[in-house]
């Protein structure tokens, strides 16, 4: 799952126009019965017509949404995904497989994802090139969304210790609040003082907003967001997810 914020017009009201619509065209093209009383009976005695229209048409927005994504992947290129004005990267620069994802800490289907996420680089990080991009999303997530990515962003500045904060971070089970930023950057050996110093940087400011400009051009409207082999996918992923979209073993 990722963010299902903007989905919330599908259902109630809206939902329920949608269906309406989408039953009168129906009815005019001679699938159900054209006068009115006689479509109100028969949706009567088959209220699933409506649930099964608007799934099918949230179904049918959805992948014309992911085509529309992959599209402007497509048109992107991948090296901008791979850009340290943007990204963390780490792994080798030939590798096969590469693997993008753009994550809000606060985000509780980022953090469905660690377990993955985390197995998939531990197992391929010799092989498989990796670009993490901080997205804070604090209109869904709250303000601890840009106060961690701008710590996850200054931590890149001790970037041996990056990686082990990321995924500390990442791990925490409530709403990131500076006392947890510094905690998990202590328990991964990072210096706190510098890390502070480095989040006060306006450079931070700019990495942050280059990651929404270049999520806008890639039509990535939530988080997680992954690219995987050029692939893209938002939403939560797990064992399974990530073994269909790479040729690397999970």
């Keep these: 799952m990722k963010d299902g914020w903007k989905y919330a017009v599908a259902g109630g ?19 159900l019965p054209a006068s009115g009383p006689s479509i109100r009976d028969y949706l009567m005695a088959h209220p699933e ?6 799934n099918q048409l949230q179904s049918d927005e959805q ?17 901008v995904f791979f850009d340290s ?12 497989d590469t693997l993008v994802e753009f994550y809000d800490y606060d985000c509780p289907y980022c953090r469905a994802s660690l377990p993955a996420v985390k197995k998939f680089y531990e197992m391929h990080k010799r092989n498989t090139r990796f670009a993490f991009i901080e997205l804070p999303i604090p209109s869904l997530h709250g303000p601890g969304a840009v106060l961690a990515a701008r710590a996850s962003l200054a931590a890149r500045r001790q ?24 905690a998990a950057a202590r328990k991964v050996g990072l210096d706190v003082a510098k890390l502070k110093a480095d989040m006060a940087d306006s450079s931070v400011d700019l990495a942050v907003a280059r990651a929404h400009t270049l999520a806008e051009a890639a039509k990535v409207d939530g988080t997680p967001a992954f690219i995987i082999n050029g692939k893209i996918r938002e939403g939560a992923l797990d064992d399974k997810s990530l073994a269909k979209m790479t040729n690397a073993p999970t």
């Design 13 to 31: 009201f809206g939902g329920a126009v949608l269906s309406l619509a989408l039953v009168f065209g129906a009815a005019r093209s001679g699938l």
């Design 49 to 54: 017509i409506l649930v099964d229209m608007t």
């Design 159 to 182: 970037p041996d210790k990056f990686v082990a904060f990321h995924f500390t971070l990442m791990g925490e089970d409530g709403a990131i609040t500076e006392d947890a930023i510094y």
């Design 63 to 79: 992948n014309d949404a992911d085509a529309a994504r992959q599209a402007a992947v497509d048109k992107l290129g991948p090296k």
């Design 85 to 96: 004005n943007l990204a963390f990267i780490t792994g080798p620069a030939n590798a096969k």
